[in-house]
Every structure is written in C-alpha cells, then in structure tokens.
C-alpha cells in the first residue's frame, strides 16, 4: 500500500514525540507500505513567529509571513528524516517546493494548483520514506506561499490525492471523530466511518478534527481519510464516500457551538432587497451571519432573525441602527447555542426532525430558531440548556448504544 | 551607490536589535543607496537546531542538515523586511534560491558556483531593498544547501561581486580590525585599511572579524569591504587591495594564538621522505599541525619541530609512539603561544624581523621556533610570557601612535 501519513503540531510538539512519530512511521513501512509523511511545525512554534513579526508590525505582508511561517515546518520534516535516518531507514527530506507542491499566488490562504509528482515517485521508487514540509508551496513566480490554517493537512490529502495514495492518514491529538464532544457526553462513541458530506457538516459546526478545505479537496479527490491519534494504538475513524459507507446510521453525530448570539427583526418592511441589504451591510463590516431564519410576512411586514458569533454581536447592534428605519424592533440575545444533528440516513428517514423537536419538548427546551439541509437539523436554543440537549439527543438517537 | 549590507547573528540577536537594523539600513537608504542586506540567523538559533538534530543524532545527514539550519535565516530576512515595511520602505525578501545562489553539492559547506543577478537587479531597479537570507543557495538539483560558518558573509560578498556593487558592508559586535587585540593591549588602534592579504594572515591567526573565505572570495572578485559595528555609529575598517592603500605601515598587526602546543623531535634521521610519513599520519588522525621547523642536519640527523592545539596533543603523542624508532628523543611542550607580526610594508623593509627578536629579548623572552612569510613573521614563545611579547612589538612598531 502507498500511504500518505500527516502528523500535527502536537504530534511533533517536542524532540521526544518526534521520536515517537519516528517509530510510527517506521513500523508502516516494515508492514511492506511506501510512505510519504507530511509534517506540520512543532506546536507552538507558528504562534511564536507570528508574535515576532506582530512585534514590528499589526499589517505584515503576506509575501514575508509566508516566508517566515515556512520555516517551521522545514524544521520538522528535517528532525524527523534525522530521526528516521537514524533508525536505519532511507529517507528524502523535501520543502513544499522540492515535493512538486504549485500554488496560486495568495499569499497566507493559497490553493494548490498542482503537484508534480515526479520528484516523491522517483524516491518511493528507490524505495526511500519521503519526508515532507507541510503548510507550503511555492507560486509560479517561485515565491515561497503558505496554505491558511489546517495547511498541512491539506498538503497531506492533496499529495495523497496526486499519487493516488491508497490512504491518507491524519494523526492528531483526537482519537478520530466522536458522536458528539465526549466532553459532554462521555457516553459518546468513536465512529468508525463517516462520509465526506457528514464530516464536512461536523467540522462546521465545530468537530475540530479536520477542516473544511481538507475535506472538501479529500472528497474532490476521493482520497480516504484516516484521522486518528499519533498518542496511543486506537483505530480511529474512516472519512470516506458515502457509497462505500455500509451501514448508514440516520444521525450520525451531535454538534453544539455555544459561540453564537442572536439578532431579531420584528415587523420588516416585507419589501425585495431589504434582507439583502441588511446582509451586506454585516458583510462589510465583516460579520459572519450563520444561522438566518425569515418567516413569512402578513401585512406587509415580516420577522427576521439571524445569529453571529457572540463577539461580533456588539458591531451587529451598531450596524443595525443603520436600519434602524426598515424594522419595528430589534430584540438581542447575547447568549444563545446551536446543536446541530448530523447524519446522511437523514436523506432517506423521516420522523428525524420531529423526534428532535420532541426531545427538546420533553426536556422542557425551547427551540427560537430551526435551521435543515438535506443532512442536517440545527436548532437554536438558551445556552443554559445547551448540554443537557446534546446528552438528550444523543440518546434519542441511541447514539450511545 | 549599491551597497551589500551583512548583519551578523548577534547585530539580528533579538526582535529589538533587528528593529535597530532595519533603521540603519533605512539611513543607507535615504542617503540615496541601493541596498542589498544579507542576515544570519539570529544568534543561538543555528546551535539550538544542531542540538536538536544531535539529539536524534551523532551524524545527521549534511542534506537534512542542511535543510534544517537554512530555516534560521529565512526567519531573520523576513522580520527584517516586516520591520522595513513597516518603517515605510518597499521591500523583496529572498531566500538564498530566491537570490539566484547556486552552490555545488557539498551539503553544509558548500561553494558557491555562480549567481544569477537578475531577479536581485529586477528589484532593485524597482528601489525596493532587497533583504536576502545568508548561509545558504540550492544546488543544481534544487536541494537546499548552506556555505559553512561564516557562510554568511560569502553570501554577502559573493553577491557584491556579482551586482559589482561599491561596497559590502559586514557588521558584527566588534568595531573593526586592530592592531591587535584590545583586551590584551588597551593601546591597541582600529586599522582605518587594510590589504586582503594581511586579513587573510590576521584571520587565520585569530582575529575573529572574518572568516578567510570570505576575504579570500573578496580578493579574488575585487570586493571593498568595510568591517564595523551595528552596535555604534563608529567607521570601521576597510579591506581593499593592497594598491588602494596610499599609506602602507611596516606593521599593521599583532597577532597572538595561545592555543599552541610544541613537539620537538631530535635526532630524527635525515633520509627523503621521513617528514612526509610523520605529518600523513598526523592528518589521518584529524591533527591540524600548524607551524613546521626543520633545522638543517648534520651527521645523518636532523630536527623536527611542529606546533598544534593544544587539545590536539595528546592525539600527536600517540602518534608519535609509531615512530619512536625514527627519533633519539622527543618533547613536548603543552604551553606555548604563536606571537606574529603582520604587514605588506615588510616586504619592501628590512629589519623587521631583527626588530622582533630584539624586543622580545630586552624582555628577556626566548623564541622557541620561527616562521616567516613575506608579510608575517610567526614566533613560538612561552604561554606566560606571550601577553608582555604583544604589548612590547606592539610598542617597538609603533602601532599606538
């Protein structure tokens, strides 16, 4: 098997765990697999950078950070061919350049373009570990660039994806994607599998194993995941197509983000645009808009009701009282949270919302605002009651069993 | 005027010295240069990185090695352009790839093998200040690669060679080159020039400003140096051609190196070849011998007297057991110091050398070995009395007037 391995900061977070990760690695390979291992910087080490280039200045430019931020990963994926060396086992250390890895030019969030495959074959080839710098690339011009947060995990499914590796395993410091956060719920259950759609959803909404962008290039590329800790021996959980899933539970997972405070709109002038310009004034002033719910207007007026993350809740008001012409009231809730449920069985299941709906009623859980895709039901409510929702939906759903 | 500014580890030691970089280079700046400016990596991070490489282990491949320490630099280029930046001042940070430096293959002490200007010239043109990371090029195969200590200040001469800039100015926390050392002779004077050639002679005896690669590089591309401190605003010393300087002293320096150690063989037997064999087995074991001394023999027999470090000498004693049959009696002195004298101005003087010996005997100090060259003459005395030596031909050279 061709494997593409990625360990994290935390992962590598010390000269002992890089050790650790060492030993990983090698004992993959002695199972008779090729393996490319993606390294992102030793924790801690980007945050520092990032406060030594805040120390001359608020604006850097972006070309600069991507050099500076660069360095750490380097650093890395040299430590560990060291390591590895040492061990006996041959090893190539590569840059995202040296990797083939071409990215647009946008500077601190750039896309991978392509990857030129080439160097890394040629060195799995001679049978060698390749050892890569992840989080990197380099632009047409030559310029080093950086991915954006969660880059290197990136570099890892858009690598395994080039070299149509059989496997892209992402260690971290979670043992793989939970029912709901076992925080929580510590009945809560590892999930074996999970689709790409349902992951994308979970991640959204909070489940900080894998980002967005990694996902959505995984399921692009129909690279299988494989996220699971570099700390212990646990299986972890498979992201995969929906297809190759065999057992498609209805939910598969509970989320809750606690971060999101509510605005309401009583009596809007029920005119076309007026949402529109609301939205776009938030949009300007940078406010991320989650939820929004508008209801059915009846003479002539409507309600409107949307939430923001609770620290961006106070710009919100100020920007209201822009509008403050187009509405009758505007009621403010700096507390709210939204638990969401997640799960592709949905799609062919009704009765999911509804048994929702009834949980909360039982619990005795009022639901301000309702929110559904085809996979999904988020619901807003009080922030107080937040845990005690998840943990009863979480057993509605016999999540536990 | 184009000018090559280098910045030593300690001038970009911390974030508040690279903040007092970035102002001197803006002054270059304003006064109507073009400025390139090389940095090292900020002092003790290229140890920190070794340490941890030695940690994984004793001999770490030179091409992670290499990988590993150019991280360093990249880092202090990028501040270094944040800090202008910020200051108001368009910039282009580069790494040594970025720079056009490219190297042989001798991963961690590379040559450089050329350098192509354009993309520094591009930018230039443009007025931006192009701040390059020091130490370090790629091969022609692409791979990163780093010059070896005091590989920074090559980058930085090579690259003034190659813009055919008017100057290259390399800064550090000494002030210039003296006469000799201050801390030994509080008279001693700061040389306003120099010639290449008694730089590489100082260089090679001790004095800490340049490395002799650098200076061999400069000489052989014609490259003005001027050696100074980022530390004050004082002038520092210029290295040139011998031509350029109009006032040429008998004397420029005073070297002295403590870290000396004698071995005397006597009754070695005169036949071809038995030099040879002594000094190939000292090389094999990794001794540097330093001076050599052979009196001419008489019946059959002649001596041999050599210097190493000190910490070399029980290494030469072994040695020298192999050949207990090719000598009557050996010596050894663990204690001696190398006094040299250093001057172009000898060549065309007599009584230089007289003058030495002279001085050191009205101090009632016994010369154990001399050696000349045309413009040094070396003397193998008693550690105790090497501090007095200094300041006595300091004082008979006039070198505190």
Not at 316 to 329: G, P, R, S, W
Request: glycine share 6%.
């Amino acid at each position: 098997m061709l494997i593409v391995q990625k360990y994290g900061g935390t992962s590598v977070g010390n000269l002992e765990r890089i050790k650790n990760v060492a030993k990983r690695v090698a004992k993959a390979k002695e199972e008779g697999n090729d393996i490319v291992v993606v390294v992102s910087a030793m924790s801690g080490e980007t945050n520092k950078l990032i406060e030594y280039a805040n120390y001359f200045s608020k604006t850097p430019s972006k070309r600069d950070m991507d050099l500076l931020l660069s360095s750490g990963e380097r650093v890395s994926a040299a430590l560990l061919s060291i390591a590895l060396n040492e061990m006996g086992y041959p090893t190539i250390a590569m840059t995202g350049r040296q990797a083939g890895i071409v990215t647009d030019s946008s500077h601190t969030t750039a896309r991978i373009e392509k990857i030129n495959t080439k160097p890394m074959e040629d060195e799995l080839k001679s049978k060698k570990i390749v050892v890569v710098a992840g989080f990197q690339g380099i632009n047409k011009d030559g310029s080093v660039t950086t991915l954006g947060r969660g880059g290197s995990d990136l570099s890892a499914v858009a690598i395994a994806g080039a070299l149509k590796a059989d496997k892209c395993e992402i260690y971290s410091d979670v043992d793989g994607v939970y029912t709901t956060d076992p925080r929580i719920e510590p009945k809560a259950k590892k999930l074996d599998k999970i689709s790409y759609e349902e992951m994308l959803e979970l991640a959204s909404l909070g489940a900080k194993v894998l980002q967005n962008r990694s996902v959505e290039l995984a399921k692009k590329l129909g690279v299988i995941i494989e996220a699971k800790s570099s700390f212990n021996e646990n299986s972890g959980t498979i992201i995969t197509k929906e297809e190759d899933i065999m057992e498609k539970p209805v939910v598969s997972g509970i989320a809750l983000d606690k971060n999101q405070a509510r605005v309401s709109l009583r009596g809007v002038e029920d005119r076309p645009g007026i949402a529109a310009e609301i939205f776009k004034a938030l949009a300007k002033e940078n406010i991320n808009v989650d939820m929004i719910v508008q209801t059915i207007g009846h003479d002539g007026k409507t309600n409107l009701d949307f939430t923001v993350p609770q620290n961006e809740l106070e710009r919100a008001k100020t920007v209201m009282k822009e509008f403050k012409n187009e509405y009758e009231l505007v009621e403010y809730e700096p507390n709210v949270s939204k638990v969401s449920i997640v799960g592709v069985g949905m799609k062919s299941h009704s009765g999911v919302a509804s048994k929702a709906f009834e949980t909360l009623a039982k619990e005795n859980i009022n639901i301000e605002m309702i929110s559904t895709s085809e996979i999904k039901i988020s619901m807003i409510i009080d922030e107080d009651k937040s845990e005690i929702a998840v943990r009863a939906l979480h057993s509605a759903y016999d999540l536990d069993k």
